[in-house]
């Protein structure tokens, strides 16, 4: 996950720190001008992890039309009761990584089961979402070797 100095190389915009509660924070360093609060740009963002609050800046970035440094690697990890849950669950996890600053690699975890088999075990989450019979979470790909 990156550190406070390399988001802010990477987003010279922003002051990044992680709180004493363990949340990452960022404020812009000036006021937002006219044209950025016309784009839907915030003066602060936080997120529960560093790579979090990088989707957020990558998204405050987008909205100014900045050139996107490559996107972030993930692993998804997928349950449902039933077959046709599980791939539902890839769907709609496509459709997420479509609209986000994230990609997929690999082959999905597929779980299956009565009970969700997602758990909070295996490490941060950047996006989660869940479903009746179906879940999804994605791990910054480096994050989950082990």
């Not at 044209?35 to 979090?52: H, K, M, V």
């Not at 779980?111 to 999804?136: F, L, M, N, S, V």
Request: net charge negative; with cysteine.
């Amino acid at each position: 996950m990156p550190t406070a100095d390399e988001l802010e190389q990477r987003f010279p915009r922003w002051q990044v720190w992680e709180a004493d509660s363990g949340a990452w924070w960022a404020s812009v360093r000036r006021n937002l001008t006219p044209r950025e609060e016309r784009a839907g740009c915030e003066p602060f963002l936080t997120a529960d992890t560093s790579a979090g609050l990088e989707l957020l800046l990558r998204e405050d970035a987008a909205k100014l039309g900045a050139p996107q440094p490559p996107r972030i690697p993930v692993r998804l990890v997928v349950w449902g009761v039933t077959e046709a849950d599980v791939e539902h669950a890839i769907r709609k996890a496509s459709q997420a990584e479509q609209r986000n600053t994230w990609e997929i690699v690999g082959e999905p975890d597929r779980r299956r089961g009565t009970t969700c088999a997602i758990t909070g075990d295996e490490g941060p989450t950047i996006a989660q979402k869940a479903g009746y019979h179906w879940a999804y979470a994605i791990y910054v790909a480096e994050s989950c070797d082990g």
